[in-house]
């Protein structure tokens, strides 16, 4: 038996939570998510839960669905009451991020700025050097910190780059020649 999949989800008040066949659709006071069901997992609603289950709950590949799917909606569920948010820091003397728009503005010490559009859904802020990406989706908001990072991702000997605020770098230390060496 899955442990994660047999746990309930609870809806709180504000959010309704609909399944028709495999489809789930859920509406909060920030907006909606929806998402297609694996066929062998079924969602049902009962009160103020949402309980995920499997047609097969002894078989290895529905068991492990059911953990994935019962995420999935408790990550939709969460999104539209309360949203996510992920911060990038950007390391490096001269590095810059500015915000105009749906676009982020990056100074990374490449001969010209990169431009990064964001995706609809998403919404970012930079406070000094660092960004803050939020929205409902879970997955979109992940992806798109992934995306900014993969442009300058941190070197191990003086950490410049784009990080996780919560990643640490391991540091190389640079060469360690001799000091009376001679060739």
Known sequence: MSRIGKQPISIPSGV??????????????????????HPSVFC????????????NPDEKSDRAVWGLSQRLVANMVQ????????KL??????????????????????SHPVIFTLPPGVTAAVEKNTI????IDKQLIGE?????????????YKGKGIKY????????????????AKK
């Open 44 to 55: 049902a609603i009962d009160g103020a839960q949402a309980l995920v289950t499997v047609k």
């Open 89 to 110: 820091d950007v390391v490096g003397i001269g590095f810059k991020v500015a915000v105009s728009g749906t676009a982020l503005t990056l100074h990374l010490g490449f």
């Open 132 to 135: 803050t990406l939020s929205g």
């Open 165 to 180: 605020s919560d990643e640490t770098i391991r540091r190389k230390s640079g060469k360690s020649g001799k000091a009376g």
């Open 16 to 37: 309704q939570v609909s399944v028709s066949g495999g489809h789930v659709l859920v509406k909060g006071q920030k907006g909606q998510l929806e998402m297609d069901l």
């Open 144 to 156: 798109t910190a992934a995306r900014i990072r993969a442009l300058k991702k941190p070197e191990p």
């Open 79 to 86: 999104g539209v009451t309360v949203g996510f948010e992920k």
